[in-house]
């Protein structure tokens, strides 16, 4: 849908903001995910260049000696970019249009029974959030039983991601209009990273709602993003009282540190 | 058995038995690609050494260094045709040939290098406009069918086939029609070269291979349409030249190769200083305004600086110099000297520009990711080898490839 200037009308911008000083790196949002997504594994799973997991917790380090040294874990989803005119690093590149990006919720989506696997989306994503199936899932005996109904699992050639749970939104969705709201309220959609992380570093919501939580967040002097300056504009915020991890996320350079300051 | 009748009228070929010797070891080295082929298309990529930081790896190099090298077909059309050089019908045959090998090889290798390969077709069903890897797919097929076009009549030029008054005229008219054929060959091949450039020119999220550019087209994609039109007259060379060492014979006069050496040459000189100018501001602007700096995209042995050398001197600056110069193109060890330096120096540039755009690290918690094929992925690379050697082979043996052979070798 557009508008009179022919932009498109954007109904929400879904994001996160991270807080990283009280991220543990306890990996909670990951089991989360992969239970609530139907992420498949292998029974090994130590190799994590053909695992799959739509949220990763990377761990960072200043690279300094005791007692200087410190580390940072950083949980990784997928960014969600908007670019340039709405133009994802993945989603322009794909060439049978098996991701999108809604403009009603800022979401990229996959779509798997389109995809064909050529993988192009992955070398363009600099996040590394998305995953190639390497192989057809194979899940523990039973284990069948306890995927989640809302999700379709997904077969071997075809890329999947982190899609902010967006069965959880068109669930959230349909029972706003059932009850007659217009609009779905910040707790009736929430992703599973965000309600399994138990320190509460995970908060989700719509960047653009001044009554959300993430809005005022985002605005934070301490908050930033990942690889900014790529021009990807990820949906995916941080927040740190660390001033090292805010240049590092940025592959600030020394002289370029010393010049800002 | 004796295959006289096919072999064309005054020209000598080496006895049956021979041939089919040759042929049988290159169909054994052909079968083990096609098993691997399969290997994969029934196992899936699992079969490979590839990953998720390596999606792009062996088989994507292998494309773009077989599409480029075989653009010596489109740009030797394009001169023979509507510039004008008619000597260059001596060897236009013979580059169509290559170009249709290396064309059929790309599209094999895409379709195995696919997750899905059922589902292949959606890249023109369900189109993305945006995406070059689009464009590459709807110029690679529509050239692959010029291609073929321009190889039917060399089959139907074939002695036993050419008695058959159909095939004999349909040859004919539809070598009169070849200059629309080469022209609408040289259109497409200038966007799909281009777009194999814009491939990976496009992506904002990998500084090593982003750049700049005019409206949509990085200057990638300019880059890879002239160094396809530089290179591919090389290889065309090259393997003119092997041919004429495995056969023992002269095929095509000097003044012909000379030619197609000497405007390679410009053209490899021009591209070179293109080239550089572009790295210059890639490394001084773009890159740094990413946050990154050159040090940091060779920051291995294997991708250290020496490789941007190697290209740019190795591969451009020495190739060219020799083909421009009337002494080095006439010299035998001079030409091979260039047109070898030559293929690999544009090869190299298609390897960086896929796997050390994936071997960079651009995440600032990352290392470097190095990666090595597995053989099912080395012997399907091999494989459009065995195939081009076979169809040379066989063409060779049954079609007037050669228009000058009879002359340069007449049978006493």
């Given at each position: 849908?557009?508008?009179?200037?022919?932009?498109?009308?954007?109904?929400?911008?879904?994001?996160?903001?991270?807080?990283?000083?009280?991220?543990?790196?306890?990996?909670?949002?990951?089991?989360?995910?992969?239970?609530?997504?139907?992420?498949?594994?292998?029974?090994?799973?130590?190799?994590?260049?053909?695992?799959?997991?739509?949220?990763?917790?990377?761990?960072?380090?200043?690279?300094?000696?005791?007692?200087?040294?410190?580390?940072?874990?950083?949980?990784?989803?997928?960014?969600?970019?908007?670019?340039?005119?709405?133009?994802?690093?993945?989603?322009?590149?794909?060439?049978?249009?098996?991701?999108?990006?809604?403009?009603?919720?800022?979401?990229?989506?996959?779509?798997?029974?389109?995809?064909?696997?050529?993988?192009?989306?992955?070398?363009?994503?600099?996040?590394?959030?998305?995953?190639?199936?390497?192989?057809?899932?194979?899940?523990?005996?039973?284990?069948?039983?306890?995927?989640?109904?809302?999700?379709?699992?997904?077969?071997?050639?075809?890329?999947?991601?982190?899609?902010?749970?967006?069965?959880?939104?068109?669930?959230?969705?349909?029972?706003?209009?059932?009850?007659?709201?217009?609009?779905?309220?910040?707790?009736?959609?929430?992703?599973?990273?965000?309600?399994?992380?138990?320190?509460?570093?995970?908060?989700?919501?719509?960047?653009?709602?001044?009554?959300?939580?993430?809005?005022?967040?985002?605005?934070?002097?301490?908050?930033?993003?990942?690889?900014?300056?790529?021009?990807?504009?990820?949906?995916?915020?941080?927040?740190?009282?660390?001033?090292?991890?805010?240049?590092?996320?940025?592959?600030?350079?020394?002289?370029?540190?010393?010049?800002?300051? | 058995?004796?295959?006289?009748?096919?072999?064309?009228?005054?020209?000598?070929?080496?006895?049956?038995?021979?041939?089919?010797?040759?042929?049988?070891?290159?169909?054994?080295v052909l079968?083990w690609g096609?098993?691997a082929?399969?290997?994969?298309?029934?196992?899936?990529?699992?079969?490979?050494?590839?990953?998720?930081?390596?999606?792009?790896?062996?088989?994507?190099?292998a494309?773009?260094?077989?599409?480029?090298?075989?653009?010596?077909?489109?740009?030797?059309?394009?001169?023979?045709?509507?510039?004008?050089?008619?000597?260059?019908?001596?060897?236009?045959?013979?580059?169509?040939?290559?170009?249709?090998?290396?064309?059929?090889?790309?599209?094999?290798?895409?379709?195995?290098?696919?997750?899905?390969?059922?589902?292949?077709?959606?890249?023109?069903?369900?189109?993305?406009?945006?995406?070059?890897?689009?464009?590459?797919?709807?110029?690679?097929?529509?050239?692959?069918?010029?291609?073929?076009?321009?190889?039917?009549?060399?089959?139907?030029?074939?002695?036993?086939?050419?008695?058959?008054?159909?095939?004999?005229?349909?040859?004919?008219?539809?070598?009169?029609?070849?200059?629309?054929?080469?022209?609408?060959?040289?259109?497409?091949?200038?966007?799909?070269?281009?777009?194999?450039?814009?491939?990976?020119?496009?992506?904002?999220?990998?500084?090593?291979?982003?750049?700049?550019?005019?409206?949509?087209?990085?200057?990638?994609?300019?880059?890879?349409?002239?160094?396809?039109?530089?290179?591919?007259?090389?290889?065309?060379?090259?393997?003119?030249?092997?041919?004429?060492?495995?056969?023992?014979?002269?095929?095509?006069?000097?003044?012909?190769?000379?030619?197609?050496?000497?405007?390679?040459?410009?053209?490899?000189?021009?591209?070179?200083?293109?080239?550089?100018?572009?790295?210059?501001?890639?490394?001084?602007?773009?890159?740094?305004?990413?946050?990154?700096?050159?040090?940091?995209?060779?920051?291995?042995?294997?991708?250290?600086?020496?490789?941007?050398?190697?290209?740019?001197?190795?591969?451009?600056?020495?190739?060219?110099?020799?083909?421009?110069?009337?002494?080095?193109?006439?010299?035998?060890?001079?030409?091979?000297?260039?047109?070898?330096?030559?293929?690999?120096?544009?090869?190299?540039?298609?390897?960086?520009?896929?796997?050390?755009?994936?071997?960079?690290?651009?995440?600032?918690?990352?290392?470097?990711?190095?990666?090595?094929?597995?053989w099912?992925e080395v012997a399907t690379t091999v494989l459009p080898v065995a195939y081009?050697?076979?169809?040379?082979?066989?063409?060779?043996?049954?079609?007037?490839?050669?228009?000058?052979?009879?002359?340069?070798?007449?049978?006493?």
């Amino acid at each position: 849908m557009k508008n009179e200037q022919g932009h498109h009308k954007t109904g929400k911008k879904y994001g996160m903001v991270i807080d990283l000083d009280k991220c543990t790196g306890c990996g909670a949002c990951m089991v989360a995910c992969m239970a609530e997504n139907n992420v498949p594994f292998k029974e090994d799973e130590t190799n994590k260049l053909d695992n799959i997991m739509w949220m990763r917790v990377y761990r960072m380090s200043n690279g300094k000696p005791f007692p200087d040294a410190d580390i940072c874990y950083i949980p990784r989803p997928c960014m969600h970019c908007e670019a340039k005119h709405g133009h994802s690093p993945c989603v322009s590149v794909c060439p049978a249009t098996a991701t999108d990006y809604s403009h009603e919720t800022g979401i990229v989506s996959q779509i798997y029974t389109r995809c064909f696997g050529c993988r192009y989306c992955m070398a363009a994503c600099p996040y590394h959030a998305r995953y190639f199936n390497w192989w057809d899932p194979v899940w523990p005996e039973g284990m069948k039983n306890y995927l989640s109904p809302d999700v379709s699992p997904r077969m071997r050639g075809v890329v999947e991601k982190c899609s902010f749970c967006f069965h959880r939104y068109q669930l959230a969705k349909d029972k706003a209009l059932t009850a007659g709201h217009r609009e779905i309220e910040e707790s009736a959609y929430q992703t599973a990273c965000t309600q399994a992380c138990p320190a509460g570093a995970i908060t989700f919501g719509d960047l653009d709602n001044p009554k959300h939580a993430v809005y005022k967040l985002k605005h934070d002097p301490r908050a930033f993003r990942l690889l900014e300056r790529l021009g990807t504009n990820p949906k995916v915020y941080y927040v740190t009282d660390r001033e090292w991890v805010r240049w590092m996320a940025d592959n600030y350079q020394d002289q370029e540190q010393k010049a800002k300051g | 058995m004796d295959d006289s009748a096919l072999i064309p009228k005054g020209v000598k070929r080496c006895p049956f038995r021979q041939f089919a010797l040759w042929i049988g070891i290159a169909g054994i080295v052909l079968l083990w690609g096609v098993y691997a082929m399969f290997l994969c298309w029934f196992k899936g990529l699992n079969q490979t050494n590839m990953n998720d930081a390596y999606g792009f790896a062996l088989w994507i190099w292998a494309d773009l260094a077989v599409i480029a090298v075989g653009g010596g077909a489109f740009f030797s059309g394009f001169l023979r045709y509507l510039v004008g050089k008619d000597e260059l019908k001596n060897i236009i045959n013979y580059a169509v040939l290559i170009g249709f090998i290396c064309y059929s090889s790309a599209l094999l290798i895409l379709a195995i290098d696919v997750g899905q390969p059922l589902r292949a077709w959606f890249i023109f069903w369900h189109a993305n406009v945006h995406s070059m890897l689009t464009e590459v797919a709807f110029c690679l097929s529509c050239y692959f069918a010029v291609l073929t076009i321009e190889y039917i009549p060399l089959i139907l030029e074939n002695r036993q086939i050419n008695k058959v008054p159909f095939f004999h005229n349909l040859a004919h008219n539809m070598h009169e029609i070849m200059a629309i054929f080469a022209a609408t060959g040289a259109f497409l091949s200038f966007f799909h070269q281009g777009s194999l450039g814009g491939v990976a020119g496009v992506l904002f999220g990998r500084p090593f291979s982003y750049r700049e550019g005019v409206l949509i087209w990085p200057w990638a994609f300019f880059l890879f349409t002239w160094s396809a039109a530089a290179y591919g007259p090389c290889f065309t060379i090259l393997i003119t030249k092997i041919t004429e060492v495995i056969t023992g014979k002269k095929l095509v006069k000097d003044n012909v190769i000379e030619l197609l050496a000497k405007i390679s040459g410009w053209m490899i000189i021009t591209y070179t200083a293109a080239k550089l100018i572009d790295t210059i501001y890639w490394a001084a602007v773009t890159a740094p305004s990413m946050g990154f700096t050159i040090d940091h995209f060779f920051g291995t042995s294997i991708y250290g600086i020496w490789i941007l050398g190697a290209e740019l001197i190795l591969g451009g600056i020495a190739p060219g110099l020799i083909l421009i110069s009337e002494k080095g193109r006439k010299s035998p060890f001079g030409l091979w000297v260039a047109v070898i330096f030559g293929v690999i120096g544009v090869s190299l540039n298609r390897w960086v520009m896929v796997l050390q755009t994936m071997a960079v690290p651009v995440l600032p918690f990352e290392e470097w990711y190095l990666y090595i094929p597995s053989w099912q992925e080395v012997a399907t690379t091999v494989l459009p080898v065995a195939y081009g050697v076979i169809l040379i082979m066989i063409s060779y043996r049954y079609m007037p490839i050669f228009p000058q052979e009879q002359e340069l070798n007449p049978i006493d």
